[in-house]
C-alpha cells in the first residue's frame, strides 16, 4: 500500500470555525490531490498539488483553500466551516499526472 | 466536458453469481480507465486499470476492456464471494485539454454479495 495517512481521521467541529485537514505521504510523489466524497456524487476534486507551492484549483474549491510548503505534507484548510462541508474527505497522490492515484483512508468531518 | 456514467445501484447478488457493472464515459481526448473499489470504513483502492484501446485490465478475478467505440469500461466477474460486497468506483484521467491530470468518478455502484 502506498504510504499516505490523513489527519484527524474523524472530527466534529461547529460551524464558523476553521478547520485544518492533513494528508502527509511517504513515497515522494510529486502530485497530491483532495477530493470529497458525497453520496450521489462519486468522489469531486477540491484542489490538488503538482509541486511545492504550486497548486490549483478543482471543481469544487469554492470555501477551501490548500498548502504545500514540503513534498510531503499537503493541507486543506476550511477557512469558515459551513454544514454543506459535512463529508469525507480524501487525499490522493500519484508519480506522474497522466498515471494512476493512490488514497489515503479518508477524514470524516462533520459541521455541526 | 468530461463525465462517467455508472449503472445504478445497488447490486444485490448471491455467491457465484455473475457480475456486471456497466460504465460509459465522454471524454475530449483517449483517457485511462480505472475501477476503484472501497470496502466499508476505508479509503479508495485500484483494482484495475487501462491505458489503451481494447487493452483489458485484471485483477483478483474481475476484468475491464477499453472499448473506445462504444465509449465503455464495464467491470465484470465470473463468480463473485461475499468478500466482493464493497462499492465500485468508475474513472476516468483525461489527458487532453484542461482537464489534465484530473480524475473524474463516476457516483458508484454498491455491490451487496449474499452467501
Known amino acids: 500500500d502506498a504510504g499516505i495517512t490523513q489527519s484527524p481521521r474523524h472530527k466534529v467541529t461547529e460551524t464558523g470555525t476553521p478547520v485544518t485537514l492533513r494528508c502527509h505521504q511517504t513515497?515522494?510523489?510529486?502530485?497530491m490531490y483532495w477530493y470529497r466524497q458525497d453520496p450521489g456524487h462519486g468522489l469531486r476534486l477540491i484542489h490538488y498539488?503538482?509541486?511545492?507551492?504550486?497548486?490549483d484549483k478543482g471543481e469544487v474549491s469554492d470555501g477551501y483553500s490548500v498548502s504545500r510548503s514540503k513534498t510531503e505534507d499537503f493541507l486543506l484548510t476550511l477557512e469558515s466551516a459551513t454544514s454543506s462541508q459535512t463529508s469525507v474527505y480524501f487525499c490522493a497522490i500519484s508519480d506522474d499526472e497522466a498515471s494512476e492515484q493512490y488514497f489515503g483512508p479518508g477524514t470524516r468531518l462533520t459541521v455541526t | 466536458g468530461n463525465s462517467v456514467t455508472q449503472m445504478e445501484g445497488p447490486v444485490t447478488l448471491s455467491e457465484e453469481a455473475f457480475l456486471t457493472i456497466n460504465c460509459t464515459y465522454t471524454?475530449?481526448?483517449?483517457?485511462?480507465l480505472f475501477w476503484y473499489v472501497q470496502y466499508p470504513g476505508e479509503g479508495l483502492q485500484l483494482l484495475l486499470k487501462a491505458t489503451k484501446a481494447d487493452d483489458k485490465g485484471s485483477n483478483k478475478g474481475f476484468e475491464a476492456t477499453y472499448r473506445k467505440e462504444t465509449t465503455s469500461f464495464h467491470l465484470e466477474k465470473g463468480s463473485v464471494q461475499v468478500s466482493d460486497s464493497a462499492v465500485y468506483f468508475c474513472?476516468?484521467?483525461?489527458?487532453?485539454?484542461?482537464?489534465?491530470?484530473?480524475?473524474?468518478f463516476g457516483q458508484g455502484t454498491i455491490l451487496t454479495v449474499h452467501p
Open positions: 474513472a476516468h484521467l483525461d489527458p487532453g485539454g484542461t482537464s489534465y491530470g484530473k480524475l473524474t
Open positions: 471524454a475530449t481526448g483517449y483517457p485511462s
Open positions: 513515497e515522494n510523489h510529486r502530485y
Open positions: 498539488s503538482y509541486g511545492v507551492k504550486d497548486t
